[in-house]
């Protein structure tokens, strides 16, 4: 019966890929994981537990309050303050107005998909055209300190040090994937989308939770769903088959390519189940530093749901992920290296409320530094 599931769940998303036969490749799939609800309920109801869970008792206390303040700064002209104040240097480097500044630095505090809600704010706003909110979100769609050093690097690795290098390595090679689409993105820059510190609106409270709720009840939905299509494919081996399948193909150990494979449908999931492999530190990392920046498919489908009808080309922000997963190796296996790695031993644990905390002042002083010298400039 596994072997029956695994060959028409495979049939179904080959014919998903091609044009001609996607609506009913859809439609099988669909019908496939009916099945699977109907013959597994338990698994399926435990896992959507599961995943409203991780959604109500760490995704929305740790995204909503950044959303919320977010709308707070649109709506006060901060964000204006700081896009003019950093609109030449982030021009020259990432070849963006300013507000790709102001998406990065929410982004690398807040965690996915804070990044995607900026850019697709920014776009409904008319400040930036949805061209540029591709180029931006190659470097501003990022995890946070909370969910790297704090659930990956002190939960599941039990290592403070990891979690910052973790850490450090997303953030550089969110930088480095930004510079090497200016080689792609070389028109982005609309003139009619002018940079105005002037042109603030009335703070609405009301229109702020409002919007905030609607997006947080995107996300909700694609965690509870991946949350139970993971579980279902792992009842029916679905990983397992895939994995020995492969390493006939491709003479790689069967363990790593199952593991990978995982990883790549949830970010939590993939994070745990690295971590838990009995394999060289610096495999571990490096894999974790992967995942980390590709986000795996359920954040690529919430970022999917929080940019719709923003004309934001979604192929692109794959492939996008796809480089900054690469870079993402690439600089953690550097980092790894030139710290010695392996002299690394456990360490006590930070509190996550505390990386919560500090991830918050960070935010507030980098915004609050950049607002005031930005109005202090204007005036002279």
């Known amino acids: 019966m596994n072997y029956l599931f695994f060959l028409l769940i495979t049939l179904s998303i080959i014919l998903i890929l091609v044009p001609k036969y996607n609506k009913f490749g859809t439609k099988l799939l669909i019908l496939l994981f009916l099945s699977l609800i109907i ?19 760490a995704v929305f206390p740790s995204l909503f309050p950044f959303f919320i303040i977010n709308d707070f700064m649109m709506s006060s002209g901060i ?3 700081i896009s003019t104040l950093c609109n030449k240097p982030i021009r020259f480097i990432f070849k963006t107005s300013g507000y790709g500044a102001y998406a990065f630095i929410i982004s690398i505090f807040s965690g996915y998909p804070a990044g995607a809600k900026v850019v697709n704010e920014l776009i409904f706003a008319k400040k930036i055209s949805p061209e540029e909110g591709d180029k931006i979100l190659t470097f501003s769609s990022t995890s946070g300190p909370l969910f790297i050093i704090g659930a990956v690097g002190a939960g599941m690795l039990k290592n403070n040090y990891m979690g910052y290098i973790l850490y450090i390595s997303h953030v550089i090679s969110a930088i480095i994937n930004g510079l090497f689409y200016n080689f792609f993105y070389k028109n982005t820059l609309n003139k009619n989308y002018i940079i105005n510190p002037n042109t603030n609106k009335s703070i609405n409270l009301q229109k702020a939770i409002k919007n905030s709720l609607i997006t947080m009840g995107y996300i909700s939905g694609y965690i509870v769903i991946f949350s139970v299509i993971i579980n279902l494919l792992s009842s029916i081996r679905f990983y397992q088959i895939f994995a020995t399948l492969l390493c006939q193909i491709i003479k790689i150990d069967k363990t790593k390519i199952e593991i990978i494979f995982q990883s790549l ?6 994070c745990k189940i690295i971590s838990a492999y009995n394999g060289p530190v610096i495999f571990k990392l490096c894999l974790i530093s992967f995942i980390l920046a590709f986000s795996g498919l359920s954040i690529i489908f919430q970022v999917k749901g929080v940019l719709e009808k923003s004309n934001i080309s979604f192929g692109k922000y794959i492939i996008s992920k796809l480089t900054h997963g690469i870079f993402a190796t690439i600089v953690c296996y550097f980092v790894c290296t030139f710290v010695n790695i392996n002299t690394f031993t456990t360490t006590t644990i930070i509190n996550i409320n505390s990386i919560y905390l500090l991830s918050s002042m960070l935010l507030l002083i980098i915004v609050f530094t950049l607002n005031t010298l930005s109005i202090f400039l204007n005036k002279n």
Do not use: Q, V
């Open 79 to 81: 964000t204006e303050n």
């Open 39 to 57: 013959i597994s309920p338990n698994i399926s109801l435990n896992s959507a537990k599961e995943g409203l869970n991780l959604f109500l008792y």
């Open 265 to 270: 449908f949830e970010i939590s999931n993939g």
